[in-house]
């Protein structure tokens, strides 16, 4: 798979709805989380975003943050996880989206953090907390090295900040479903056709949505609404306490696969 600004338009085009499962980076353990992305390349992902382990991870919820701790705790360190990328993207048919706080990607120069990533095989980075205002010159280096750096929208941006991220060179725009952190909810949040109305207002950009979406009939109905959906802390809370479960890992494979199958077959319909 090419990076998103390349592949999406074919996505479109073929009528297919992304699918872009989320994992915690060397969680639960590293044969583990190679075994993950395995399965999620087996189930049909597009892509698959990768999730830093950071100890102050803002946008993320309870799932998220201790399946952080519990990587941290163990010793985690940026460079295993890049190498590990490294190691499975040639074996993958699905791309790598790398999301990121500022303070990791910081560690390096714009240029060689751009670098690493595409030597890693990654193809898009998300960086939530650095602002729209200030990504120009990582943009411009990452865009240099074959990588998408892509925008994020929530509920609460202006209209003029949606356009500003529309005209972004990032494959795609990753859509915050709702005012909050990440995390697995019984109901979709009310108003979200009215919120992806309003940001396809502004930009012709592919729409991705995150945040909240926990089962199959959920990702349904939010891919009758955009052009691809991400789902993250319902996969890992099945390792949460039992992270050398392998029976974890086969109902992390089923989601996946009903996932996409309720995904399939939906046309652009949007």
């Given amino acids: 798979m090419a990076r ?31 075994e993950l992305l395995l399965r999620a390349d087996d189930a049909g992902a597009d892509w698959i975003e990768i999730g830093v382990p950071f100890s102050d991870p803002l946008a993320d919820g309870e799932v998220i943050r201790s399946a952080d701790r519990c990587v941290l705790n163990s010793g985690f360190a940026f460079k295993k996880l890049l190498e590990e990328l490294n190691f499975l993207k040639k074996r993958l048919r699905a791309g790598f989206i790398l999301m990121a706080y500022f303070n990791t990607i910081l560690q ?13 095989g990654i193809q898009g980075l998300i960086v939530p907390d650095l602002p729209l205002e200030e990504s120009a010159p990582w943009e411009e280096c990452f865009d240099r090295a074959g990588v998408d750096l892509i925008p994020l929208v929530a509920p609460t941006t202006s209209k003029q900040r949606m356009h500003e991220a529309g005209r972004r060179k990032g494959g795609f725009i990753y859509l915050v479903s709702l005012t909050g952190v990440t995390g697995m909810r019984e109901h979709l949040p009310r108003g979200l056709s009215e919120y992806v109305l309003s940001v396809r207002k502004q930009t012709d950009k592919p729409l991705c949505i995150g945040f909240g979406i926990s089962t199959p009939l959920q990702a349904k109905k939010v891919g009758l609404l955009c052009d691809g959906v991400i789902v993250g802390s319902a996969l890992i809370h099945f390792f949460l306490g039992k992270e050398k479960d392998f029976s974890a890992l086969r109902r992390a494979s089923s989601l996946m696969k009903n996932i996409r199958k309720a995904l399939d077959g939906l046309g652009n319909g949007v």
């Fill in 4 to 34: 998103p600004s390349e592949s999406f338009p074919v996505l479109l085009a073929s009528g297919r709805k992304a699918f872009i499962p989320f994992f915690t980076g060397l969680f639960p353990d590293r044969a583990l989380f190679r």
């Fill in 108 to 120: 390096e120069s714009p240029a060689d953090m751009g670098r690493m990533l595409a030597e890693a």
